[in-house]
Structure formats: C-alpha cells, structure tokens
DNA sequence: ATAATTTTTTAGGTATGGCTAAATGCTACT
DNA sequence: AGTAGCATTTAGCCATACCTAAAAAATTAT
C-alpha cells in the first residue's frame, strides 16, 4: 500500500505537492505546464489518483487538486530522493550545479529506500541541495522555508540569499558567473525608475550590480530584521500540514 | 539514432545478449524465462525490435534472435551501465555484493551516458563487478573470459575463482560465507562416489569443503595450465563481434 | 446581465507492452 | 512415416498514459 507508484503518478504528486507550496490547490493548466502534457490528459490522471485506494489526492471539477496525507507523503519521498541525489552528485561525483537536476529528474524514480538512507549517511544528512532547496527530512518533515523573492524585498533591505530555481540550468550558470549563490549577503538598492530591473550590492567589492526581475524572481532570500522596524515578512512556516 | 530505447527494449537487449553468449541464438523461452514474461509476450517483442530502424535484432520465426551490432551496442551500454553501478554501490556505498544486483538492475535504466562516464572515472575504470563480470571498456567492448564452470575441471585441477553468478542473493551470501569468492585458489578433489557433489581444497586450513554440483556450476574458475598438458580449455575470445 | 474569453472536461483514439487461449509448427520416438 | 509432446505463434484483450477536437463550465469584460 505505500510501495509502489508509477514513474507517471510520482511526477504528478510531486508537482503537485510544489504547486500547493505556492497556491494552496493545483489547478489543471498549472499541472500540465509543469509536465509537459495537456490540461485533458491531467484531468484523466486526476481523476485516477483520486479514485485510487488509499487515494492520493482530492480533486473536484474545475478547482484542481490537494494532495492527501499519503499523497503527500509520497511526494515528499520523490522530493527527499531528488534533493538527496543532486547534493550527491555535486558533492561526490563532480557535478556542477547546473547539471544535477536533470540527472536528479531521472534517477528519483529508481533509487530504493534503503539506497536514498545511504546517500544520506554518506553526506551526513544535509539539509539543502545545491540549489538551497530545502530536504524533506528522514521522517518526511518538509523544513520551514521563510525566503522570499529577491524582488519582493524593499529597497535599502539587508538579506542572505537562501535558495535559487533550479530548473534553468542557463540562469544557474548566469548566476554562478555573477556569485549570486547561496549564502550571498546582499542589499537591495533603489531601483531604477522606469525600468523593472533591480538593483544590488554584494561581494567584496563594492560595485552595483543589475539583473532583470525575470531573474530576480527566482532568486530567493532571508530579509535581515532591521531595528526598530516589525518584520514585513514573518517567518512562516511552510508546508507543514497535521497527518 | 542512438540515445533512446525503452526500458522494455534495454531488458530486451540484456537478456538476448547474455543467451547469446552461451547459445548462439536466443529462444522465444529463454527470453521469457530470464525476463518472467510470457513467451506470446516476447514473440510480439521481438517482431517489433526486430522492425525497428535500425533494426535491433534479427529474428526468425520458431529460431529466436541474435543482435544486429547495433542491439549489442546498446545491450552492452546497459550491461556496462549495470557492472559500474555494482562497483560503486559496493565500493563507494559500502552495499554487500548480494545487495547490488537489484538495485543495479533499476538505476542502468536511469543514468546518463555522462553519469556512466563519471562513475567510470571515481573509480577508476574497473574491470570487473563485484561478482567478477567484467565490464565492458568504455568503447563497449566485451573483454574475453575464458573461465569454465568449476564442476566441469578435471580432479586434481588447480585453479583461480574468476566469477560466480550474481542472480541468487542467498547464494552470493552463502559462497561469501566459505570465502568461495573471486581471486581464491583452489584445487578439484576427488568426486564423492554416488553423488552429484564437488570436494574442493582452498584458503588458509587444509580442510576439504563440499559444495553442491547446484552451487559449483556457477562458480567460474580460471584452470591453471599443468605443466606437460595441453591446455584442455583454452581461452577463447568470447563475446568479440566485428563492426 | 450578458457576451467574450479562457479553462477545464468529455469523447474518442494511439502506442506500449503485457496477458490468455487457441492454433500451428517443430522434433523426437516408435 | 506417423504421431505425441513441446515450443512458438496468432488472435484478441487489458491497462497505462498520452493525444486531439469538441463541448461545457467558469471567469472576465462590456
């Protein structure tokens, strides 16, 4: 009842489960953009996973898909998997940063339990993948993301990068270029006036640096709290749901 | 041309190469047998491969299959795909050699020629898997074994342990227990009258082990040459193919 | 409120790769 | 040479998961 799961099922749980991190049900059209097929084909697989026994998802005509817990579930081992995998090949086989996903993309589904415990053992349990993305833990707890977009910080803020999409490896290696990494500490600076670039300061030197809100947008940061002022964007905790 | 083929296929590719191996040709029943599919099942299958551009396989009705090149090529992609990941689960992940066949047998489908290449390279091109196949070499050729089931030595015959079969885990345990692995030096007692068992002297202790003929016909072992006999077994260049 | 637009669903089809049951072809024996 | 027994093939069917085109529902704009 919890081991099996076609390639197909794995991919809709998992992109449903990462659609509801951001709006709270999956809709058809968001589904089939992520994998690539048509809206009519997802709602056939909606359909199938929300009659299967135990069901894996809730659905209703015209407003999309939640996962149940043991959709979830399975989803957060797809992710566990696939987050575990790409740390392993950037930290053991070499890969560069822009590389892993893909390779993670396929391997995700043929790894067993006992060889994902393996890799974690052997990289000691880590916490985020290359790209800063959080790893459901051993027990299938989703850590607490509280970043934000780059773009959504106010301008003068203080803020550490956390995480960046990995779903371009172009944007990967334009970012890797330009350090714009995890752990980067940065501030925001005024932007400039007809335009919806951003602007930024970082690194050791003390120039400005410009990129496009189209990259922006997928850069990810922890605002620093400034004195005195209350937190615009409290820490919210994320993904967490009672089973 | 080259890079896709399902994962139906790859198995396909496997299974007829390894049959071929032994008989030239690769029977409708074996293929089910190896691949737990009904005969009907590979009919079918082998007419499509067979059809396919470029086709992956000659095949005549009532005489099973052989390869063409281009489905040994593949077939030796997998196979090589398969050996290296039995290396590195076992050296680099610390699995015990009866645990990667399995786990192998789910990840040759999923690694990229690149992966492949990577791992080739951790660990420094090896020859052989854990269980003693060798490995195809990174221009997918087959490298000769000339090894001979160990029950059919001559008694009196010394001998190295070059492979055993890597299918049966509770063997694989069993032949790991008596320290009957590859690399052990060994000589061919007297047979036991009246019986279908294989006496045996190797290792440190002078004590005679017996083994059953079920176990010794998938140990393979390298014949030492007598000095003064010719060479009643000698090594032929298995699994060449011109291209 | 109604019309236009977009989204989603339904209906009907395709390709893979399995299965069973029945028919056919091979092989070996008398 | 005939036939029994086994292997193989054919025929027809099933499930998965995708597709297109058309219908229906929801949303947005007038």
Redesign the interface.
């Known amino acids: 009842m919890s081991g099996l799961a076609t390639q197909a099922t794995q991919d809709y749980l998992k992109v449903i489960y990462q659609v509801c991190e951001d709006h709270s049900r999956a809709s058809t059209g968001q589904i089939a953009d992520e994998l690539g097929v048509t809206p009519a084909s997802v709602t056939g697989m909606l359909k199938k996973l929300a009659a299967s026994e135990p069901a894996l998802l809730s659905y209703r005509k015209h407003q999309g898909a939640v996962l149940t817990p043991e959709g979830e579930r399975l989803a957060l081992q797809i992710i566990r998997s696939h987050r575990l995998l790409e740390c392993f090949?950037h930290d053991?086989?070499?890969?560069a940063w822009d590389e892993v996903h893909e390779?993670a993309e396929?391997?995700e589904?043929?790894?067993?339990g006992?060889?994902g415990r393996?890799?974690a053992d052997?990289l000691q349990e880590p916490e985020h993948d290359p790209h800063g993305a959080p790893i459901p833990t051993r027990d299938l707890q989703m850590p607490a993301d509280c970043s934000v977009p780059l773009d959504e910080l106010t301008p003068g803020q203080d803020a550490c990068v956390k995480r960046v999409s990995d779903r371009d490896p172009q944007l990967l290696r334009y970012l890797a270029e330009i350090s714009l990494i995890p752990g980067t500490e940065l501030t925001l600076l005024q932007p400039l006036p007809f335009s919806d670039h951003v602007r930024l300061r970082y690194g050791g030197d003390n120039e400005a640096i410009i990129i496009s809100a189209r990259v922006a947008c997928q850069v990810f940061v922890i605002p620093h709290q400034r004195a005195g002022e209350a937190g615009k964007h409290d820490c919210l905790i994320a993904g967490e749901q009672l089973t």
């Open positions: 090949l053991t086989l070499g890969y390779e396929r391997l589904h043929a790894i067993s006992p060889l393996r890799i052997l």
